[in-house]
């Protein structure tokens, strides 16, 4: 994947090549373009962002 604008048709395109939500996709697009971690109990998003980016459980039992 090239360079990553925070864009509906980004987004889109995340959420259809990993097989995200586009919910899950906004959180995912907004943490690489901002440079931000992506904190996230979720475990299909935690193992897909963490190819991407800097990830992390939120650490809740």
């Not at 995340?14 to 440079?35: D, K, P, Q, R, W």
Request: proline share 2%; net charge positive.
């Amino acid at each position: 994947m090239g360079q990553i604008t925070a864009s509906p048709a980004s987004t889109l395109n995340m959420s259809l090549e990993e097989g995200l939500t586009f919910y899950y996709a906004s959180y995912l697009v907004s943490a690489i373009v901002s440079g931000y971690e992506l904190v996230t109990d979720d475990v299909k998003l935690l193992k897909i962002a963490r190819t991407k980016l800097s990830t992390r459980k939120s650490g809740k039992l």
